[in-house]
């Protein structure tokens, strides 16, 4: 029986896993080098690409920056009350809870162009909804808890202990957290960064709600696969899919790497 249990394990995890992977691989090759070649140096290509790269690094940053200070007000935070703690907490895991389909529609009819909000920003020349910026917002709201989560459990195994030793002894807020507080968290620091960046590679219902999948203009990587499937263009798809796979699973092994050689359970 255990045996069985095993097996039928790793079949679902070729299934799911390996074999849709192997399957992007061949298909991307399918035309040879130069059908490879052209796939990713089509200007449509280059504009998703590029595009999903610019989001990548400010979402990157800006999840890194707020996500570690939610993290520590939600475990270390004493001038907010324990209600709004645990709002807080239970916000953060909402775009687990929904569909990043829904968390694009959420940003439209926030910030859409025949909103309130909206129309006031494209008075002063900043259009959110159909261009990068919204395309970055809803890539945060599907990404914000990835670095919150891992850098909370941290802070909760490591205690406060050392940080109030260093205030006791008069250290600043600022010299506490990057003396003290930084080395403990830092590895899950790293990991989210991952995590985000790998996320962020792979977006695409939020990003296509609220970018209008312009080609040349709002077009990522994902939906410009998305694209090239509606339009029977197999071949250019994979070539895609491959490369945003590759890079992925590329960051995430290297991370396991080195984890490992760190010493980092």
Do not use: C
Request: glycine share 10%; net charge positive.
């Amino acid at each position: 029986m255990k045996k069985a249990l095993i097996l039928l394990t790793y079949f679902i995890f070729a299934v799911v896993l390996i074999i849709p992977l192997a399957k992007i691989f061949t298909g991307s090759w399918e035309q040879g080098l130069s059908g490879f070649v052209e796939a990713l140096t089509r200007p449509q290509a280059q504009h998703a690409l590029m595009m999903t790269g610019l989001i990548v690094i400010v979402v990157t940053l800006l999840n890194t920056l707020f996500g570690v200070m939610l993290a520590v007000y939600l475990v270390r935070g004493t001038w907010i009350g324990r209600r709004v703690k645990q709002l807080l907490n239970s916000i953060v895991d909402l775009p687990f809870a929904v569909s990043p389909v829904i968390g694009g529609f959420m940003i439209v009819l926030l910030l859409g162009p025949n909103t309130v909000i909206g129309a006031f920003f494209e008075s002063i020349g900043l259009k959110i909804v159909f261009a990068f910026p919204g395309m970055v917002l809803a890539t945060l709201f599907v990404t914000f808890p990835l670095m919150v989560r891992e850098v909370m459990p941290v802070l909760q195994e490591i205690g406060s202990g050392q940080e109030e030793a260093a205030s006791t002894l008069g250290a600043y807020g600022w010299t506490t957290f990057w003396k003290v507080t930084w080395p403990s968290i830092r590895w899950g620091v790293i990991y989210g960064v991952v995590l985000t960046v790998a996320r962020s590679l792979g977006e695409f219902g939020a990003v296509l709600v609220v970018s209008g999948n312009i080609m040349n203009k709002t077009q990522t990587a994902t939906t410009l696969v998305y694209q090239d499937v509606e339009n029977f263009n197999v071949t250019a798809a994979n070539g895609v899919a491959f490369v945003l796979a590759a890079f992925s699973i590329g960051l995430l092994l290297i991370m396991e790497w080195t984890k490992k050689r760190k010493g980092v359970h």
